[in-house]
Every structure is written in structure tokens, then in C-alpha cells.
């Protein structure tokens, strides 16, 4: 079973960085769709970008410009890397995997495994 392990969230000043990490199962950065997702409360969960195993990424255009995601296979380790945060960033934010070679959107209902969540608050 996939087990995922998100960490670094945190408070932030408008404007600033945070890098999240997510440590997974050696097998699933070598075999899966990973993504980052992410819910505010009152509002539906948001895909906000993934990683295939090729590398290649793809974001969503809230993000795009300012959000990176990026893994480390030695690590197992997948990174979202946050930099210009704003107060609409605050939520929890989650990784996920499809266990699927490619990725086919940030849709949730794509990604069979997620991890507990880290929250990420934002103040102006």
C-alpha cells in the first residue's frame, strides 16, 4: 500500500516562499503520477499541479509562474516549491498519487492514494 507523508507547511507573510515535501514509498516515484492538491475550507479540493515519470509537469494557471513541482527519486521525496504566496494559498495542502506512468490532469478523482495534509496559511 502507498503510504505519503507531507510536511513543511507553515505561516507565511504574503509574499513569501515555503517549500512542502512529500516522502513516499520507494516504488511509487518510479511508477506513478504524483500531484499536489490543495482545499480551502468551504471550497472543493484544487489540483494544483503533477509530475510524471518522466518529469514532465504540468500546473494550474492559479499557480503557474509562482509554483514548482519537482521530485527527488534518490529521496523518494516529491517537492512543491511556493514562492509570491498570497492569502488565497491558504488551505491544506496534500500530495497525491495515480498509479499511472502519465498524468491525465489535476483532477482528484484521478489519484488513488493521499497523504494527511499540511496546512498552509497565508496573512497579508
Known amino acids: 500500500q502507498v503510504q505519503l507523508v507531507e510536511s513543511g507547511g507553515g505561516s507565511v507573510q504574503a509574499g513569501g516562499s515555503l517549500r512542502l515535501s512529500c516522502v513516499a514509498s520507494?516504488?511509487?516515484?518510479?511508477?506513478?503520477?504524483m500531484g499536489w492538491f490543495r482545499q480551502a475550507p468551504g471550497r472543493e479540493r484544487e489540483g494544483i499541479a503533477t509530475i510524471d515519470i518522466y518529469g514532465r509537469t504540468s500546473y494550474a494557471d492559479s499557480v503557474k509562474g509562482r509554483f514548482t513541482i519537482s521530485q527527488d527519486n534518490a529521496k523518494n521525496t516529491l517537492y512543491l516549491q511556493m514562492n509570491s504566496l498570497n492569502p488565497e494559498d491558504t488551505a491544506m495542502y496534500y500530495c497525491?498519487?495515480?498509479?499511472?506512468?502519465?498524468?491525465?490532469?489535476?483532477?482528484?478523482?484521478?489519484?488513488?492514494?493521499w497523504g494527511q495534509g499540511t496546512q498552509v496559511t497565508v496573512s497579508s
Open positions: 497525491a498519487a495515480d498509479p499511472r506512468t502519465h498524468c491525465f490532469g489535476v483532477y482528484p478523482a484521478n489519484f488513488d492514494y
Open positions: 520507494a516504488y511509487t516515484y518510479r511508477r506513478y503520477c
